[in-house]
């Protein structure tokens, strides 16, 4: 028998929690490349996943199969992983095990990990930040704490020194009451943390560490505002944030078009846009692709949201635009209010902006939800929210 050297892509639709971590270590075990799915995903939108990403082999619970005409893997490669937040085709993220080891083990690094640590993960296992918990145990030799779902009380007993949030995370936690100082540190990231969610954890004697990255670093990158040992950031053109170092992805699966179009000369220019402060951290001002044009003024959603949420009656906001007659866009402003009997005006927002703001930022329009829709790693599913309405 042939000795086969290039690894499959094997899709794996396993539930939640510890099965799925047995399942992507076993797959790793025999040489092949996962590809993790969501196991909610609806029938038409794992079809349009396995048509796009063409992997050779669909495994779960119920045992697997073979799927005609795979598309060849690079060999080395780890894992496929598609992006969150993606619209139209599914984009798979092609990570190696080079890459995804060289983030954990600067993560293990900047964190001061030792071999008696130990990982929660109550992330998904389908998103890199919950496979990098994976990767981060291997390395330190030790089994992570896998939960099925996002529990407080689970959290509250888990025995474990480490632990991977999302900023939704952890608000629930704070609210609930969690002793999270018993965590060594508490490794943030996979959206922007609100200010004051992040003093509040402070207060708390939690000890945060921020992180920013995305699928194509192999997760987080850059901790507190800083890179990680081996990791290069500059600002591209738009002050677009750019990034180089064994962290890189490889690529989009299949899709060597948009692979040219984001990475060059080695670096990949990310979508977002960020600064650098006097003290040499870097700033993420948000998203290229979320700034709004409003009567010709440039307003960076992320920015307004940041004023926003510091109103006493806003828990929770995400700013959008939506097609407007005279503006072009319009501000919007879609409010989970502190007290659903006493929201806030869209006269208070506006004034509270137009303090701190220029005044194109402040919102032309008030939405009240009881809740942001958002995906799976707690990022606000923007597109959800911008509903056209062209008669305004």
Known sequence: MAHRIRPRLVALRWPPGPPAAAAIAAV??????????????????????????????????????????????????????????????????VLSHAALQASARASLARLGATAADRWLCCLPLHHVAGLQVLVRSRLLGSDPVVHARFDPAAVAAADATLVALVPTQLRRLL????????????????????????????????????????????????????????????????????????????????????????????????????????????RVLGRADTVIVSGGENVAAEAVEQVLVEHPGVAEVAVVGRPDRDWGERVVAVVVPADPAAPPTLADLRAHARARLPAAAAPRELVVVDALPRTALGKVARDRLRLPDPDR
């Open 175 to 282: 609210d609930a009451g969690v002793d999270l100082a018993r965590f060594r540190r508490v490794l943030l990231g996979g959206a922007a943390a609100p200010a004051g969610l992040l003093r509040e954890a402070a207060d708390a004697g939690v000890a945060v560490v921020t992180s920013y990255g995305m699928t194509e670093t192999a997760g987080g990158c850059v901790y507190d505002g800083v890179p990680l040992d081996g990791v290069e950031v500059r600002l591209a053109e738009g002050d677009r944030i750019a990034v180089r170092g064994p962290i890189l992805a490889d690529g989009y699966h299949g899709r060597p078009d948009l692979t040219a179009a984001a990475w060059r000369d080695g670096w990949f220019v990310s979508a977002d846009r960020g600064a650098w402060d006097d003290d040499g951290r870097l």
């Open 28 to 93: 790793w075990a025999r040489g092949d490349a996962v590809l993790p799915l969501d196991p909610g995903w609806p029938p038409d939108t794992l079809a349009a996943a396995l048509a796009a990403l063409r992997p050779a082999r669909l495994e779960g619970p119920d045992g697997g199969e073979d799927l005609p005409d795979p598309l060849a893997l690079a060999d080395g490669t780890a894992a496929v992983v598609v992006t969150s937040g993606s619209t139209g085709a599914p984009k798979g993220v």
